[in-house]
């Protein structure tokens, strides 16, 4: 008897991809999302992919490749390629040192500017929010700093990624010990309640400050609409494109920034070589980007 278990076994060992199917699928993706697949990572993509080919019933990764170009099948395959070769590793209060720099007086100072202004409006950007625990972090801030006070303020925050598997579960805002492994027990114990077997429900009054919403960081149109931000978080995304698509993005969110905004990139990321308008300022452990006003 063949259970599915070992037909997915002999398939796994039969399929493999060749370089000119590599080359063909790592410039697809590169069209469509600015992922950029190195050659040292061409076994990654063959993992990734060879669940779509089981699920479709394909026999190599060339047929594959011209499934997804074909008008049979080929949009609703690309979302399941987007959702397989995205990595969507984050956590709650991740890299710590930048959101110090938040709390320690940037988000005073963004106010301060805005309320000269005679406005309370902010609006802030975390763009590739995978499931949510970034933009989350964000407003669990927002409501320490300002407790009773964050009614008064028009404050939004738009989260968007390119996976939609991703934003539906940021939009349960369920989460389990593990994302919240560097949060402090007494955020914990203020803004999420436990479900049990481990698990965490994001409170409502965080939840409803945030939009998410799909988007691909490659189509220039569709950032365009995004409204102008004061502050952008895109940390850990830009490691996953290469320079001239790191050079698009960012020149994106320059263009979104309002004067005075600040950009916030991967704590291991840089802007060295990608871009020189924005003025770098350094924190202890954290640099942030300025757009000058
Ligand atoms: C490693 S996660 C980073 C999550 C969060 N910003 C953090 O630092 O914890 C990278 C996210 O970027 C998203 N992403 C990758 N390429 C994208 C693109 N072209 N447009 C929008 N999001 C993208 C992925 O889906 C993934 O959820």
Same mark, same amino acid.
């Given at each position: 008897m063949t259970s599915s278990f070992t037909k997915s076994i002999t398939l796994r060992k039969q399929v493999t991809m060749d370089d000119v199917e590599f080359g063909h699928l790592r410039d697809f993706i590169y069209e469509k999302c600015g992922i950029y697949i190195p050659d040292n990572r061409k076994y990654l993509l063959e993992n990734r992919l060879l669940n779509r080919l089981r699920f479709l019933g394909l026999r190599t990764f060339g047929e594959y490749f011209y499934f997804l170009k074909s008008d049979q099948g080929g949009k609703t395959e690309l979302q399941a390629l987007f959702e397989v070769i995205t990595t969507n590793e984050t956590s709650f209060y991740r890299n710590p040192a930048q959101l110090k720099v938040l709390e320690n007086g940037l988000l005073k100072s963004v106010m301060d500017e805005q309320l000269k202004k005679g406005s309370r409006d902010i609006h802030i950007w975390s763009a590739?929010? =995978?499931?949510g625990e970034e933009p989350y972090t964000l407003e669990i801030i927002l409501h320490e700093i300002?407790?009773?006070?964050?009614?008064l303020w028009n404050i939004t925050i738009m989260a968007g990624d390119l996976s939609e598997a991703v934003l539906a579960s940021a939009a349960r805002g369920e989460y389990t010990e593990y994302a919240l492994r560097t949060t402090p027990k007494a955020i914990i114990a203020r803004y999420f309640t436990p479900i049990g077997n481990g698990r965490y429900l994001i409170n409502p009054a965080i939840k409803k400050h945030i939009f998410f919403h799909q988007i691909n960081l490659n189509d220039r149109a569709q950032l365009r609409n995004i409204r102008r931000s004061h502050i952008i978080f895109c940390r850990n995304?830009?490691?996953?494109?290469?320079e001239a698509m790191k050079k698009r993005v960012i020149s994106s969110f320059y263009d979104n920034l309002l004067p005075g905004g600040y950009l916030f990139i991967g704590? =291991?990321?840089?802007l060295h070589n990608i871009s020189r308008v924005f003025k770098p300022i350094h924190y202890p452990s954290a640099i942030v980007y300025r757009k000058e006003g």
């Open positions: 590739g929010c =995978s499931t300002l407790k009773a006070q964050r009614s995304v830009l490691i996953y494109f290469d704590h =291991s990321e840089s």
